[in-house]
């Protein structure tokens, strides 16, 4: 069976840090592309941020220079390290792999994220 599993999730006040991890099982992370997508109350679900099979990555503008996503491959592991956090990164955040030559994509529970005063 596949699962990723988010955990770090939290409430923090503005301009504090969270990380996020993604832990897989039934799939390897290095195969996949694996990002971290969110989705706050009436809004679409959006890409936070993306890694790819080797090392490239990209950001949604609204987070560049703040979050970073990395992976550790021998814990078949990606993180998304939130610094300098707003209230409008308040949002439910969800980590997905995707295969496109097979047409798979995988989905975790989601972390609430809540960055308030």
């Known amino acids: 069976q596949v699962q990723l599993v988010e955990s770090g999730g939290g409430l923090v006040q503005p301009g504090g840090s969270l990380r996020l991890s993604c832990a897989a099982s039934g799939i390897m992370f290095s195969t996949h592309v694996v990002g971290w997508y969110r989705q706050a109350p009436g809004k679409q679900r959006e890409l936070v941020a993306r890694?790819?099979?080797?090392?490239?990555?990209n950001y949604a503008a609204s987070v560049k220079g703040r979050f970073t996503i990395s992976r550790d491959n021998a814990k078949n592991t990606v993180y998304l390290q939130m610094n300098s956090l707003k209230i409008e990164d308040t949002a439910v955040y969800f980590c997905n792999a995707a295969q496109t030559t097979t047409g798979r994509d995988y989905w975790g529970q989601g972390t609430q994220v809540t960055v308030s005063s």
């Open positions: 890694i790819l099979r080797g090392t490239s990555t």
